[in-house]
């Protein structure tokens, strides 16, 4: 089978040689040649395909992937995943894999010129003591695998290869699915679709929508390498180096000795002659030095493009992922931002599902990602414009900026070589309950919930692990409180929010009471004796007091879900 | 943003900043500018007097405050 988007790049080298293949399964579809009914099929077997199937069925909804490649992502693709992807894939069951097998980095490095020195060096972990650092780099490929591993214990997820989604056709009450294998055509229906197939997204095309916003005019070569380097496993990203006159560099550590070398071209370039392999190598050489040994993995050449439908939910079908948005990778906002989708969709296409919240809930997807996917693309825009100036003058404010950088703290502020996901706060929802009373902003509605480390049951474990897939009430109380027995009802509610209490380090442990050790949840949350917080499935805070009232949470539930604002 | 004069001496600053750029070619010069531009930018620092400038360079003619 050919390469999932062959015409980006191919694979040299020793590199990686053992990608899994998947067979192909003949479905009973297509013996019975009845139509069967799901009610969420699922279009792109990609990250975001599978972790949507995966949350479904920890709803309890059950779906089929189609997928119509035989195997996961090449290489030269996602390697930097963020903190909130990571909590994420934590509730679905991966994170941890991915924590052990991927390269942990909080800090980045921009250099100049020839200058040896950093100009300007972040730490993105703003918050220490977290279960997760703000990024770990891992190959895309290994994140797919420990997401297709995981369905072992999810068999209600239907995941198919080889199974190419050629036509859709919608009515009010349901989507059918055409889809082409190996073995012949057949038929799907179900309530909802969920277009998860890439950023080319066939089920675009089929619905004649389109993309809007910007492509940059600038190539970059980016090799995979596989090398036995003791370069610091740091983001290491370079304006105007000796090795790549005029232009930008990137170095950054993966998995299994394999580095990311980002190298960028310029516009007016002859392709061919960029991949050959003595131009490849020359370019690669003048980073890494003359003696380390290395071998390619994969090698690319990539145009980056910063653009999203306007709408993510066209009425039974749903996009989600590449497919809805594109940004260039300098932010690492794809993969991390489609992961957000995922996490916001998924709770409320159950709830739907089950018949208790309206089909406008969706619609709050819609709000909330479009809000998300804009962050996104604002921020990849203005690394890109900084990295790639339009302009005479902008070149200049550049180089300004750059060369005003070694001298003047200020100066490095406006020094841009990616601005990093961070997760999105979703401001201005429609499902937020506003503010009445007096709290920091870290916390207020909208915002994911921080993590921090806990006392639970006499053991350390991680307050975000105590939150998700439901609604959960949360009450921080004073050394002697307890879950009241209007919160406990709240748990039998039609939409349930499960009750949890938070005390301080001199608290009774009993009960599963959640005992801040360290206070860090008191400081995150501006909390006193007496604070509730409602969080969503999402982790997310959907509002906030400084006093449980069941008649304020059963209207902030209500609003959380859709059923009125 | 102020329409009156803020700076001692006029004359001196205007022909400091002229020397400033002496023996530079239009590029260097750009990129001075853009240097001043920034510091100078740090130093106001109120994003609100800053966006004022930059509307009114945008379309001076909307501009009727003055
Ligand atoms: C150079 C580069 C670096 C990147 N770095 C990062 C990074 O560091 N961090 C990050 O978060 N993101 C990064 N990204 C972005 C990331 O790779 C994407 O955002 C991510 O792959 C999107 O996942 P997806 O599931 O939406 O789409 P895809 O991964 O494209 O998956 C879509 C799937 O749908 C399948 N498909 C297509 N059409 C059909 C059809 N008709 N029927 C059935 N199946 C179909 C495809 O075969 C594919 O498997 C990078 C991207 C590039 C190019």
């Known amino acids: ?565 | 943003m102020k329409s009156e004069i803020n700076i001692s001496d006029p004359d001196g600053f205007y022909s400091s900043l002229i020397d400033l750029h002496e023996g530079l070619s239009t590029d260097e010069s750009l990129i001075v500018n853009a240097k001043l531009i920034l510091m100078m930018a740090n130093e106001i620092g109120d994003r609100s007097i800053l966006d004022e400038m930059l509307a009114f360079l945008r379309n001076p003619s909307e501009d009727q405050s003055r």
């Open chain 1, 1 to 565: 089978m050919s390469a999932k988007y062959g015409e980006l790049g191919q694979a040299r080298g020793a590199g990686r040689s053992l990608q899994a293949v998947y067979p192909f399964v003949e479905p009973p579809d297509l013996q019975t040649g009845e139509t069967r009914h799901c009610p969420v099929v699922i279009a792109g077997g990609g990250p975001i395909g599978l972790a949507t199937a995966i949350d479904l069925d920890r709803h309890g909804i059950p779906s089929i992937v189609l997928e119509k490649h035989d195997s996961v992502s090449d290489g030269s693709r996602a390697i930097c995943w963020s903190k909130r992807t990571l909590e994420i894939l934590d509730r679905l069951g991966t994170g941890q894999r991915m924590l052990n097998k991927g390269v942990t980095w909080n800090v980045g490095k921009v250099y100049h010129g020839d200058r040896p020195d950093p100009i300007y060096t972040f730490d993105l972990l703003a918050d220490k003591a977290q279960k997760f650092p703000a990024f770990i780099n891992l190959q895309q490929y290994y994140a797919e695998e420990y997401l297709i591993e995981s369905l072992a214990g999810h068999p209600a997820v239907d995941l198919r290869w080889h199974s190419e989604v050629v036509a859709v056709e919608t009515s009010p009450e349901r989507v059918t699915v055409t889809v082409t294998t190996p073995a012949g055509d057949y038929q799907l229906t179900c309530d909802y679709l969920i277009a998860a197939d890439g950023h080319r997204s066939p089920v675009r095309h089929m619905l004649d929508l389109d993309f809007e916003g910007r492509v940059f005019e600038d190539n970059f070569l980016i090799a995979d390498v596989k090398m036995k380097a003791d370069f610091p496993a740091e983001r290491r990203f370079w304006f105007d180096p000796v090795f790549n006159p005029g232009k930008t560099a990137l170095l950054h550590k993966q998995a299994d000795d394999v580095w990311r070398i980002d190298f960028q071209l310029g516009w007016d370039i002859d392709r061919e002659a960029e991949l050959d392999q003595k131009t490849v190598d020359a370019r690669v050489r003048a980073l890494i030095g003359g003696d380390i040994e290395f071998d390619y993995e994969w090698i690319s050449l990539y145009t980056f493009q910063c653009r999203r439908m306007k709408n993510f939910v066209h009425g039974r079908i749903i996009f989600a992922g590449d497919s809805a948005h594109l940004v260039s990778p300098f932010g690492a906002r794809g993969a991390n931002g489609g992961l957000q989708d995922v996490d916001n969709l998924v709770w409320k296409l159950a709830l739907v599902l089950e018949g208790k919240a309206p089909p406008d809930l969706l619609d709050s997807y819609d709000q909330e990602r479009v809000y998300g996917a804009d962050e996104n693309i604002l921020n990849s825009s203005r690394s890109t414009d900084f990295m790639t100036p339009k302009s005479d003058i902008s070149t200049a404010f550049r180089d300004a900026a750059l060369e005003l950088a070694k001298d003047f703290a200020f100066a490095r502020m406006f020094v841009n070589s990616g601005r990093l996901s961070v997760p999105c706060t979703l401001d201005q929802s429609v499902l937020n309950e506003p503010d009445t009373e007096d709290f920091s902003a870290k916390q207020r509605p909208g915002s994911p919930c921080l993590d921090a480390p806990i006392m639970l049951n006499g053991s350390e474990s991680w307050f975000l692990n105590q939150l998700g897939d439901c609604f959960t009430g949360v009450l921080f109380s004073d050394a002697t409180g307890s879950i009241t027995d209007e919160m406990r009802a709240l748990e039998d509610w039609d939409i349930p929010v499960r009750a949890v209490i938070v005390k301080p380090d001199n608290g009774s442990p009993s009960g599963g009471a959640i005992i801040d050790s360290q206070a860090y949840l008191h400081s995150h949350y501006d909390a006193r004796p007496g604070t509730y917080y409602l969080i969503r499935p999402d982790q997310h805070v959907a509002a906030r007091w400084r006093a449980f009232d069941r008649t304020k949470v059963e209207r902030a539930l209500s609003r959380a879900t859709g059923h009125s604002t």
